[in-house]
């Protein structure tokens, strides 16, 4: 162990060496490159245009003067003075300064954005690879992303938390949802055997007594409201599949909407022997899909009924905050489990997970719900303690409106 930290140890000195010596090389390269360029000026100036240069400094700053001589051969003109030409020098000098320092920033320039966006590309190229390696393996983040990558660290390690949570989810509902259907398509076999069977004594027998023949006819009846209930889930899970819920929004009379559900609940309510207790103002006037929020309120409807204990209410009613409008529903029946009813809301989610009951479909009607709501830009929870369970949904307030 001790050795294995001494060569960590001196691996990570030796990438911190090597790391401050590709930064000398660099830089060293760069003064080697405005050497050579200040080389060949001062070469170009000095052996090229050796002569031309000259003339062209003579003639511009140096000031000769001439003085004329008479001579048997005539008139002669000979320099006796020289005066050098400081100021124009200086200038000239200041020229070349400023032009020689944008050259050199702008070389500069140049090769520090090529050295930028290689380390850049680099960089990427870096993380990428670590990304790679991170999402495909089963690694510690803090393993594959060095201290310069902490923030990129921690938030992958938030991202992949995230995905798996998602893909788990997926999985359970899949499975969820594959055993319900084959769970359904098994069920299926039996009210239908039994019809077939009932059917097919009926036909038989023909003098058979009418009392008896009416009691299979209400048995092969019964089998057959349980066998279009089990198509029906089976058509609820294709078509939620299938279908993309779209909203269109009117106004709604909510109490009637409610008073009319309980009086079509009425013969289900009179067979568990519950009551509805509506406590909705009649002015009430909600602003949404009508037959989508109809939808809600029959799934939830439909379960405070399936869940209730015999012989008890079911009460329903309104309240409304400076920005909200909330609607409850609420039965006495078994406690939910606090697992349970923080998944009831999850596509193909039974409660009773036995399919001997006759309580709860395919498991998609509060999912809908949910979805629904949603969409009305509101939210929808349960609750559910001492045996009471309460369903509040929440409505913004720009969808509620009372007549008076």
Avoid at 44 to 71: C, P, R, S
Avoid at 192 to 215: C, R, W
Avoid at 284 to 299: E, W
Wanted: aromatic share 10%; with cysteine.
């Amino acid at each position: 162990m001790r050795t294995l930290s001494i060569l960590k140890l001196s691996g990570g000195v030796g990438i911190k060496l090597k790391n401050k010596l590709s930064k000398l090389i660099e830089m060293m390269c760069i003064a080697l490159f405005v050497l050579v360029i200040c080389y060949g000026i001062y070469y170009l100036v000095d052996q090229v245009l050796n002569g031309t240069f000259a003339d062209w400094f003579t003639a511009n700053f140096i000031h000769t003067y001439y003085e004329n001589y008479e001579t048997a051969e005539g008139v002669t003109r000979t320099a006796v003075n020289s005066e050098f030409n400081w100021y124009r020098l200086k200038l000239v000098l200041l020229s070349l300064s400023v032009a020689g320092t944008f050259l050199v920033l702008m070389i500069l320039f140049v090769t520090s954005h090529f050295y930028a966006r290689k380390k850049i590309r680099q960089t990427i190229t870096n993380a990428s690879l670590m990304i790679q390696e991170y999402m495909a393996g089963d690694k510690e983040a803090s393993k594959i992303f060095p201290k310069e990558y902490a923030e990129i660290s921690s938030q992958m390690l938030e991202i992949k938390s995230t995905m798996q949570h998602h893909e788990q989810i997926l999985k359970d509902e899949a499975n969820r949802k594959n055993d319900l259907i084959v769970y359904l398509t098994h069920d299926l076999k039996t009210p239908l055997t039994s019809v077939i069977g009932y059917l097919s004594l009926l036909d038989e027998a023909k003098d058979m007594p009418v009392e008896q023949k009416n009691k299979y006819i209400g048995i092969a009846l019964d089998k057959s409201h349980r066998l279009e209930k089990l198509i029906n889930e089976l058509f609820e899970i294709t078509r939620y599949n299938l279908q993309q819920i779209e909203l269109e929004k009117e106004s709604i009379d909510l109490y009637y909407m409610l008073l009319q559900m309980t009086d079509e609940f009425y013969p289900l309510l009179q067979t568990h022997g519950n009551t509805i207790h509506l406590e909705v103002k009649e002015d009430t006037i909600l602003y949404g899909d009508p037959i989508k929020l109809a939808r809600v309120f029959n799934n939830i409807l439909k379960n405070a009924i399936a869940y209730s204990y015999p012989d008890t209410k079911i009460k329903i009613w309104t309240e409304t905050t400076d920005t909200d409008l909330l609607l409850y529903f609420r039965n006495k029946g078994r406690t939910i489990p606090p697992r349970k009813l923080n998944a009831i809301f999850e596509k193909f989610f039974r409660l009773d997970e036995a399919r001997t009951t006759n309580t709860g479909g395919a498991g998609l009607g509060l999912a809908i719900a949910k979805e629904i709501i949603t969409l009305h830009n509101g939210t929808i929870t349960a609750d559910s303690q001492n045996e009471w369970t309460t369903f509040c949904i929440t409505l913004p307030l720009t969808h509620y409106t009372s007549l008076s």
